[in-house]
């Protein structure tokens, strides 16, 4: 991976997703004593940024490609769903039963072919295998894949020159880590154009495989698959292409409980009046109850949330 | 008022306040079959578009002057505070007690020194008037002061270029409406720069008192003075500086009911991860069930909401 994919990246995302803001507040900034920066990729198309990556998967194949498919809890199948109706090409999103029911429907919405798995007994990779094979599909991985890595790379271009805007030269960038896709994108950005960020991962305790894996200098597994409410971050190993990258460039990995994310949303309710999912909310409580830099930029990663989920978390912690 | 009282209140503000993003909803425009572009002004700081025209005014004040003094259901208070605050003066603002207790607190967080008063049986201009006489504070009204109109027209600049960027040249601009101030701001910056863009105002059911104004030619009060969920634009009746610029610029006046109110909230939640106040969400309420335009915009205006109303409005329409 190089900066030169990652810019050819943007140069296709360049009037399909947006430039999303980095939103700062004043009172949150009192509250806990430093400056908190907000990358607000929840107001990205899709409401993730995972539609990044797939625009630039999508908008990089062959000419005469046929559809393409993807694996997803949720947030890249709808990512993959948007890009592939906008190219005018079939799409199946395969997705575990348990997916939030909001993310299911949104992906039928975009127009994609869902289908549904067991997250405990089936094995996606073979479903996925199958149905390419079947159909003529190309598999487009959530992250072990260059042109989905320069996608979410985009994310890091501006981090960068919104940083050097706001007169940002050092600070931590916290980031929501599943895989590793955004955050190895973001550190190859910042690395060639805002030397002085360096990007951390915040996971969800229990499924910190990332901080295992840096910490050990190899890929370490969870022991669970599932049981956090972050579902969108509850991958079970770093990426092969992601892990390296981040090995050489990432500082210490990070980790909140599913209680602190949900805090995290509740904060960025009142002082951002922005919707964060769990775990698109886990990069801002690691910011704020973890990283002890006096700037620290986050990535409020993904807003694809259950009312229902939404509404326990403000109950609980928006007083 | 002029373009060029707007254009040096832009200059004032460049850098001190955002340029907020004007956002689309794939899924929503599919919904409601047409096209609904969202200023997003709840993420300006201190939550609302007030933010713009407390800085505009404060910002234009003679350099010896001293404090100021606002009075407001909340998100003037809060503009003004910070506005204030950052130019190192002395603020009160004079509220009504029965006023958000978020936006009490966060009056205050942004250093204010805060005076409640009944809204039923207080006199605000009086309390107001009062206080400014004996401490020498300077009144900013909350829309009836040419430096405040000039900010909140700065929302229509941006409104007006980000329509260009966005290819709309013809469409209706539903804005939410109390006293009129940013109705009025962005109706003379749409009529210099974007006249194909006509302003239509929207108010709650029952507290429609800019559209039977303009649908008299006379300004007329409402019959009631509270009773709404849109505590924010429960103004008595239009402004005497803005009813004169809206009768000459503006489309029929809208209203919506707080219900729908609270269905645009959840969809503004679902669609575009915006936590909007109900009398923010007016705007995008009467734009989705009343306005029949193609391509209709419209401001999202504040997001200063206490939890337990926003859960409500999940609860109730989230569905």
């Known amino acids: 991976m190089t900066i030169e994919q990652i810019e050819a990246a943007a140069t296709?995302?360049?009037?399909?997703?947006?430039?999303?803001?980095?939103?700062?507040?004043?009172?949150?900034?009192?509250?806990?004593?430093?400056?908190?920066?907000?990358?607000?990729?929840?107001?990205q198309l899709t409401g993730s940024f995972k539609f990044r990556g797939a625009w630039s998967a999508v908008s990089a194949l062959a000419a005469g490609a046929g559809g393409v498919l993807a694996y997803s809890s949720g947030n890249h199948g709808q990512?993959?769903?948007?890009?592939?109706?906008?190219?005018?090409?079939?799409?199946?999103?395969v997705m575990p039963s348990d997916a939030p029911p909001v993310k299911i429907a949104n992906t039928r919405a975009y127009g994609a072919e869902v289908v549904l798995y067991d997250r405990a007994t089936g094995d996606r990779d073979a479903i996925g295998a199958a149905l390419c094979g079947e159909r003529g599909l190309t598999l487009?991985?959530?992250?072990?894949?260059?042109?989905?890595?320069?996608?979410?790379?985009?994310?890091?271009?501006?981090?960068?020159?919104?940083a050097t805007?706001?007169?940002?030269?050092?600070?931590d960038v916290v980031v929501c880590c599943g895989g590793g896709g955004?955050?190895?994108?973001?550190?190859?950005?910042?690395?060639?154009?805002?030397?002085?960020?360096?990007?951390?991962?915040?996971?969800?305790?229990?499924?910190?495989?990332?901080?295992?894996?840096?910490?050990?200098?190899?890929?370490?597994?969870?022991?669970?698959?599932?049981?956090?409410v972050c579902d969108a971050i509850l991958t079970p190993q770093p990426g092969e292409m992601t892990f390296p990258t981040l090995y050489s460039l990432a500082g210490q990995g990070l980790s909140v409980s599913d209680d602190e994310a949900l805090r995290a949303m509740a904060l960025?309710?009142?002082?951002?009046?922005?919707?964060?999912?769990?775990?698109?909310?886990?990069?801002?409580?690691?910011?704020?109850?973890?990283?002890?830099?006096?700037?620290?930029?986050?990535?409020?990663?993904?807003?694809?949330v259950d009312p229902a989920i939404f509404a326990d978390a403000l109950a609980r912690f928006g007083g």
């Open 12 to 43: 296709r995302l360049a009037g399909q997703a947006r430039v999303t803001p980095m939103l700062n507040a004043p009172l949150l900034d009192a509250a806990f004593g430093k400056r908190i920066f907000v990358k607000a990729e929840c107001l």
């Open 79 to 93: 990512g993959v769903a948007l890009a592939a109706a906008r190219h005018g090409k079939p799409c199946v999103v």
């Open 140 to 162: 487009i991985k959530p992250y072990d894949n260059a042109q989905v890595i320069a996608g979410q790379g985009t994310t890091g271009l501006e981090i960068a020159a919104q």
């Open 165 to 171: 805007a706001a007169g940002i030269t050092q600070a």
């Open 182 to 228: 955004l955050s190895a994108g973001i550190a190859l950005a910042l690395e060639a154009r805002a030397p002085g960020l360096r990007v951390r991962t915040a996971e969800p305790d229990g499924f910190d495989d990332m901080a295992r894996s840096l910490q050990a200098g190899t890929r370490l597994s969870n022991a669970r698959k599932g049981g956090s």
């Open 268 to 304: 960025a309710f009142t002082h951002l009046r922005l919707v964060l999912e769990p775990g698109g909310a886990v990069a801002l409580a690691a910011a704020l109850f973890r990283d002890t830099s006096p700037d620290v930029i986050c990535t409020a990663s993904g807003g694809n």
